[in-house]
Each structure stands twice: as C-alpha cells, then as structure tokens.
T-cell receptor
Framework: QKEVEQDPGPLSVPEGAIVSLNCTYS??????FMWYRQYSRKGPELLMY????GNKEDGRFTAQVDKSSKYISLFIRDSQPSDSATYLC????????????FGDGTTLTVKP | DGGITQSPKYLFRKEGQNVTLSCEQN?????MYWYRQDPGQGLRLIYY???????QKGDIAEGYSVSREKKESFPLTVTSAQKNPTAFYLC???????????FGQGTRLTVV
C-alpha cells in the first residue's frame, strides 16, 4: 500500500464548477502538506502548502488538512479552463521539501 | 531570471548506451534532486544532494549515477543498467527551511 493515495481521476468539469481534489495518507508523522500544479510536459509548481491541520485560502484555492482522518483536500472555486492541469499532493516530515512523498496526481480538465 | 534549467528537453537513447541529463540552477540553493515520473504516477526520488561533493540514493537509484562538483550543477547519468529508462525526468532544488521545491521543465527520455 502506498503511503500517499490520491484520487486517480481524470476529472472533467464545466467552467465555473467547484472542484475537490483529495489525498489520503498512512504516516501520521507527516507535518507539511503541499499541492503542486503540473501543466502538460512541464515541471510541477507549488500551488499551496499547509502546516499541520487546518485550512488555508489563496484566491480561488483552498487547502484543507485533517490530520485526525489523514485526509487532505484542495478546493478550486469558479474553475477556469486555465486550471486544466495535473494536481499532485505531496507531504513531508519537515521542511526538507525535496524529500516529499508525492501522490500519483489527478488530471483535471475544465471545459469552457 | 532565477530558475532551474534542464537540457535537453527530449532525448533518445539506444539500448546499451549511457546518457547524461543536465540540470543547472541559479537560485543559490544548496539541495538538488532528481525525480522520475511515469505516466499516471507521481514523482519518485532517484538521487539527491544537500551539499557539494555529497549525494545520497533515493528510492529508485539503481541504474543511475550523479555528481555534484558545483553548487549550480547536478547532472544525472542514466546507465545501460537501467532496464526501463523511458520516462520524464525532473530536477528540483530547495533552500533550507522552506517547503517549496523548484522544478525544472523536465527531460523526456525515450529508448529506441
């Protein structure tokens, strides 16, 4: 069993929809939770990170961490065609971000 | 512009050949990483280096080698011992105490 499981997708939604992307994990020692966005044939870029449990909002994006359930989510409000990408969750024990454990990614398509 | 440059973008290798992928960063980051990404899968860590002249194996180091002679450079050699080298290779760097990994644009390696 993988340490980090991510909803596989693919996910296709109409423009303006609310999108929910989810990951579960098994190691309770993870403290930092990241979401990366990866456009086709490009490298990932950090979208948001959260330390421990709680919510964090940045514009149309909200990251949510529930450590008691070992469950994290990324919500995208008013989704746009430019949000079409693969979203990777990642988790680490400390601030050594390069040694994060990544989910397999969920590919999202937002249709105009 | 600061960032990570990977070259080449596309690389074709014949069976039995070694090839070297280049990764250069001008972010003054201490740590650098190599990942492999296969279709529908997350990032798997090949090697990482936290300081010059030192590097450690990641989760899937067999068939790969690296060097870190300069802070800015972390080349990856895919040797003929790597049985299934066709993949998308990503280089990343981090600075101490941060949760963000900065990625290059990747090199797509195909064995022909």
């Amino acid at each position: 069993q993988k340490e980090v499981e991510q909803d596989p997708g693919p996910l296709s939604v109409p423009e303006g929809a609310i999108v929910s992307l989810n990951c579960t994990y098994s190691n309770s020692a993870f403290q930092y939770f990241m979401w990366y966005r990866q456009y086709s044939r490009k490298g990932p870029e950090l979208l948001m990170y959260t330390y421990s449990s709680g919510n964090k909002e940045d514009g149309r994006f909200t990251a949510q961490v529930d450590k008691s359930s070992k469950y994290i989510s990324l919500f995208i409000r008013d989704s746009q065609p430019s949000d079409s990408a693969t979203y990777l969750c990642a988790m680490s024990f400390n601030t050594n971000a390069g040694k994060s454990t990544f989910g397999d990614g969920t590919t999202l398509t937002v249709k105009p | 512009d600061g960032g990570i440059t990977q070259s080449p973008k596309y690389l074709f290798r014949k069976e039995g050949q070694n090839v070297t992928l280049s990764c250069e960063q001008n972010l003054n980051h201490d740590a650098m990483y190599w990942y492999r990404q296969d279709p529908g899968q997350g990032l798997r860590l090949i090697y990482y280096s936290q300081i010059v002249n030192d590097f450690q194996k990641g989760d899937i180091a067999e068939g790969y080698s690296v060097s870190r002679e300069k802070k800015e450079s972390f080349p990856l050699t895919v040797t003929s011992a790597q049985k299934n080298p066709t993949a998308f290779y990503l280089c990343a760097s981090t600075t101490q105490g941060t949760t963000e990994a900065f990625f290059g644009q990747g090199t797509r390696l195909t064995v022909v």
